[in-house]
């Protein structure tokens, strides 16, 4: 076995075989007897020739300080003194008066008494009954605040109160109110049910036909534009059903006075239902017909002056709620609560003709 130096080369190739080319076209020893390609020299492509820049405009720099000053605190200090002599012409100067913009309602109230504004009928220590006057809302709102039902009740001593009904501004009548929320809803669980009874009178203009009727018109909301009003809705359409039984007490001076129960207590059914019958309530400019026909009474020319005739405030209609029949929330007892009817009503019809039909 021949013996080997260090860094001497071995005769034989890898594992065992002897040295040569490979046997492949494409080995080492036929790589290196390719010739090289040359390799071109001499100058590169010049890049196209040109124009030069425009020279930059000579500009002087910004002044920091006007000619004739030596330091930065002189511009300082004259800055500062023509802020003053600003400040000193603005103040000297009058001002101008602003445009003129609408302005909120005053939040001050004429001082009522709270018995003006409603008279508690009944009171314990789950409801509180009132009669409430024309011209005043159940809650507080726009320049009402203070002369409210919530607010008369409140500054008597009844406070906290849940109203179970509502009534018009410019209705009057009986209004129910609950003194913790477990009597309200016990209270409003009885006033949706048949035990319920509400009577109102209504004082509607002309003579209507008839001595007594009934009224199955199905109540909805339509909102125009950015409010919302109801009106007669088929129940298609989404309105709601309302049943309205009316009886006529009595006729005359172009009005009719009518007995009114409501079986369902939707929004202004009353006002709804009977100007849907051609008969709007009394000073009603919300539901009235501005292009019915003037009844044959208006144009009689009744005895005495026009001026001297009854006629109702602009913030009363002829509406009131007379009698509420309901039963207690708690002791379950029928309770029947009455209100009369207010005196500028009842001096709308003088020498009424009376009509006597049991409802």
Not at 164 to 182: I, T, Y
Not at 195 to 214: H, Q, S
Request: with cysteine; net charge positive.
């Amino acid at each position: 076995m021949e013996r080997r130096r260090p860094g001497d080369r071995s005769t034989t190739g890898d594992r065992g075989r002897p040295p040569g080319p490979p046997a492949g076209p494409y080995g080492s020893a036929a790589r290196r007897q390719q010739p090289s390609m040359p390799v071109p020299f001499g100058p590169l492509p010049s890049k196209p020739d040109l124009p030069p820049p425009p020279p930059k405009p000579d500009r002087p720099p910004p002044a920091i300080a006007p000619p004739g000053t030596s330091s930065v605190r002189s511009e300082q200090a004259r800055v500062a003194a023509e802020r003053q002599q600003t400040k000193a012409r603005r103040r000297s100067e009058p001002v101008p008066p602003l445009p003129q913009t609408r302005r909120s309602p005053s939040r001050h109230e004429p001082e009522l008494a709270p018995t003006e504004i409603c008279r508690v009928i009944f009171s314990d220590q789950w409801l509180v009954v009132v009669d409430k006057a024309a011209g005043f809302p159940v809650n507080p709102s726009g320049p009402f605040r203070q002369r409210s039902v919530l607010m008369a009740l409140q500054s008597q001593g009844f406070s906290p109160c849940f109203p179970v009904n509502l009534l018009d501004p410019e209705a009057s009548g009986l209004v129910v109110l609950s003194r913790s929320q477990a009597a309200a809803k016990a209270l409003r669980w009885n006033w949706r049910s048949e035990l319920c009874e509400r009577t109102y009178v209504a004082i509607v203009k002309g003579d209507i036909p008839g001595g007594r009727g009934r009224v199955t018109l199905a109540i909805g909301a339509v909102r125009e534009g950015s409010r919302v009003f109801h009106r007669v809705v088929s129940v298609e359409e989404g309105g709601r059903p309302a049943t309205t039984e009316w009886r006529l007490q009595a006729r005359g001076r172009g009005y009719s006075r009518l007995l009114c129960k409501v079986r369902s207590g939707r929004c202004h059914q009353l006002r709804i239902h009977l100007a849907a019958l051609g008969h709007p309530i009394a000073n009603d400019h919300l539901y009235a017909r501005t292009d019915a026909e003037v009844p044959l009474e208006a144009l009689v020319e009744l005895p005495g002056r026009a001026d001297e005739l009854p006629s109702l405030p602009p913030n009363q209609i002829g509406l009131h709620c007379m009698r509420i029949v309901l039963p207690h929330p708690f002791t379950q007892q029928v309770m029947d609560w009455q209100a009369p009817v207010p005196r500028a009503l009842t001096a709308l019809m003088p020498g009424a003709w009376v009509v006597e039909n049991p409802m």
